[in-house]
């Protein structure tokens, strides 16, 4: 909430409307070398029908991202960050810097990316010029305007939108070149329909530019739909409209053969050539402002080292960011081949893009109430968006699509481990709700086999018996496939309670068990709850288990309502399970565990299913348990049971005890008898099953 109040504080002092702000840089960002360079090979190799099959998908799966670019847009508000902004605050940091790391890094190598386009066709024309030093000053010039400021390079970007505008007049004026019948079909082509997709898909990789804009933006909310919307409207156009005038005043050897078609059938050619330089350039700019601003977004969420969101005294640019990738930039320049670069940029975009449109359907999917978008995207279409984006990666490069993935992975285990805190929520915790209650509404439908059954554990512990023993044994029930719940009771009148929860004694309990759990690898759940009574306590949430844990008490008015409370649970089919544990024996080796059993009650099922849990659990890993029954025959004449378990269980590490549900007469000779037996024992579980019913009613059967 703190931050939201602070975010909402900062919208209105962006500097841009969504115009300069989101439309231009994205519109410079589409129209690059692809327009001018590729889009006749496009036509001639899949055919003027295809071409346009090829561009209205593109545009497509373009149009689906930016729809759920929207959504989540409209449902926040969006600060530094663009992108990997709105997907950290969506799906976590991890997968937000997962995400946004790859994402700045792409953005930073696409300066170098296009200026070198630009230098290759620029010395073309000029053979004298040195590129690598082209390069290298105009990577120093475009650095040298993003530090100063945005303002001035969206400035600039205003005169390159103007000589696009004019090289596109150029070409629809025509040069005399007279109107050949279109070739709607492919002709002598020699790459795929989906190879000639791969290769203008790129082109309209270029919407996350005015995103991440969004700390510069006076509305991010409104600007970014708007000026994305419009963008990708303008450029579709455009795209089009090229397509069909190079279909139908060139032939298909000419489209095929000559990648300068457009310079030869416009009617001024220098506007041209003035077109490829400005679309080359133009690209590098807007990445130039976009790659800092996610570099310093990172850097506040400690993502990346706090240092590189340094403004070093401007009060709107983020200027050792646009050092950091200005010399990132020139590193790559100077390595040289960008070949095995330029396919995992693309790779890095559209993994943003998949991402994003898996957002925005899992935010409406799972639907949490405060997911509010004004613009609201079915889930099906935006995860419809999201198979389409890694779909079209690997139809462009699948090596570069896995190395994308493998590092997108390394980032995410990376960040984790670094255990990194964030103040906001995400869409976790919701989506395990909704996976969790679609799980247990099919539990609730299907039917019920005793084969099926899993430990589902309450344990109930308190900080006065038998804490840690009772957490020890919970951990071992959890290794078994099944859910145990750890419950901290705490003893207060009803007047303490708010006293023991203003303390904070509650959420102490709760961290500490976490923290037990944790540094055992247990999964399980904590919760503490303060009631009046410990066994009076026992009873809360009974009804959400199939089993529940506590530990057998010293005291017998305890005892015995602990027996009553066994009854109340078997009435509701909820087994029980003492823990009397032996403080000076403890669980020996964790090696021999032994099942009492005299064949009168059900209990040898539920107590055979515990010991091969707990021998499953690691500490008890090689622990031995008779897998055939034996019969142990009593001395003639017999010798009182907890005698004969004496002397057979004395090297035992933990027993097994079966007991009988006691009628409410005899509730004081059955916890006498209880106590005889495990003080010849040592550390015993005394297991009630509620799934089956004793044979001989209430016949006397202890054990």
């Known amino acids: 909430m703190k931050e939201q109040l602070q975010e909402s504080r900062e919208v209105g002092k962006g500097r841009f409307g969504a115009f300069a702000g989101v439309f231009v840089p994205t519109v410079l960002t589409i129209l690059g070398l692809i327009l001018f360079l590729r889009l006749g090979w496009v036509v001639g190799q899949a055919g003027l029908a295809g071409a346009v099959v090829i561009i209205l998908l593109a545009n497509l799966i373009t149009l689906i991202t930016g729809l759920s670019l929207s959504a989540i847009a409209t449902n926040m508000f969006v600060r530094t960050g663009g992108a990997y902004y709105m997907i950290s605050r969506t799906l976590g940091l991890e997968i937000g810097g997962a995400i946004g790391i790859p994402l700045y890094l792409s953005q930073a190598i696409s300066v170098a990316f296009y200026i070198i386009g630009f230098t290759e066709a620029f010395t073309a024309s000029f053979p004298e010029l040195g590129s690598r030093f082209l390069s290298t000053g105009i990577v120093l010039v475009f650095g040298f305007l993003a530090f100063v400021g945005a303002d001035f390079v969206l400035k600039i970007q205003f005169a390159i939108l103007a000589l696009l505008a004019a090289a596109l007049i150029s070409l629809f004026s025509g040069g005399g070149a007279p109107i050949t019948p279109p070739l709607w079909a492919p002709g002598a082509a020699d790459a795929s329909f989906w190879e000639v997709f791969a290769i203008f898909f790129p082109a309209v990789t270029g919407i996350m530019v005015g995103v991440s804009m969004s700390g510069d933006l006076k509305n ?37 053969g000559d990648y300068m078609i457009m310079h030869k059938v416009a009617r001024w050619p220098v506007l041209i050539l003035l077109g490829i330089y400005a ?45 950091v990738s200005t010399g990132i930039a020139l590193a790559v320049i100077w390595m040289g081949d960008l070949n095995f670069v330029a396919p995992i940029i693309t790779m890095f975009f559209l993994n943003t893009y998949g991402i994003l ?86 539990l609730e439908i299907e039917r019920w086999d005793i084969k099926n059954w899993r430990p589902n554990i309450l344990v109930f512990t308190s900080f006065q018996h038998l804490y840690e023993e009772l ?21 207060g009148e009803t007047g303490e309670v708010e006293k023991l929860a203003s303390r904070g004694y509650r959420i102490t309990s709760v961290k500490h068990t976490q923290s037990y759990l944790q540094e055992r690898g247990v ?52 087994s029980t399970i003492f823990l009397d544990y032996h403080p000076k024996r403890g669980f020996g080796r964790k090696a021999l565990i032994d099942i009492w059993w005299r064949g009168r009650d059900r209990n040898a099922e539920l ?75 040592g550390s015993t579980l005394l297991v009630r099953s509620a799934e089956t019913e004793d044979v001989l009613g209430t016949e006397e059967q202890q054990a």
């Open 220 to 256: 991010p909310t409104r600007d970014i739909p708007r000026g994305t919307f419009l963008a990708i409207g303008a450029t579709c156009l455009v795209y089009l409209s090229t397509a069909v005038w190079l279909g139908t005043h060139a032939s298909t050897a000419q489209l095929l």
């Open 607 to 681: 107590m055979l299913l515990l010991a091969h849990i707990i021998r499953q659990s690691h500490p008890w890993e090689g622990a031995r348990v008779e897998a055939e029954p034996v019969v142990l025959v009593n001395s003639d004449p017999p010798a009182p049971l907890e005698v004969f378990l004496r002397r057979t269980s004395r090297e035992t590490d933990l027993i097994l005890l079966g007991l009988r549900i006691p009628e409410e007469e005899d509730l004081i000779s059955q916890a006498n008898a209880i106590n005889r037996l495990v003080a010849a024992a």
């Open 523 to 574: 999964a399980g759940f904590a919760e503490c709850i303060v009631v009046d009574d410990l066994h009076l306590g026992n009873g809360i949430a009974a009804l959400t288990s199939n089993a529940i844990l506590m530990g057998w008490s010293q005291e017998p008015e305890s005892q015995i309502e602990q027996l009553r409370l066994m009854r109340r649970l078997a009435a509701f089919q909820k």
């Open 471 to 491: 957490l020890e044994v919970g951990s071992w029930l959890a290794s078994g496939q099944g859910m145990v719940s750890f419950f901290h009771l705490l003893t």
């Open 279 to 323: 679309a080359t350039l133009s690209s590098a700019l807007g990445s130039i402002l976009a790659a800092p601003r996610t570099l310093e977004a990172l850097s506040r969420d400690r993502a990346a080292p706090r240092f590189l969101g340094q403004r070093l005294g401007s009060a709107t640019e983020p200027r050792l960011a646009v050092l």
């Open 357 to 442: 449109n898996l957002t925005a359907g899992l935010e409406s999917l799972v639907g949490n109430p405060s997911f509010r978008p004004r613009i609201k995207v079915p889930w099906f279409v935006s995860l419809l968006g999201a198979s389409a984006c890694y779909g079209a990666m690997f139809l462009i490069n699948t090596t570069a699509t896995v190395t994308a993935i493998i590092l997108s992975y390394g980032i995410f285990v990376w960040l984790g481990r670094r255990a990194l805190t964030q103040n906001w929520g995400d869409i976790r915790s919701g989506l395990w709700f909704t996976l969790a209650r679609f799980g247990l509404i099919r």
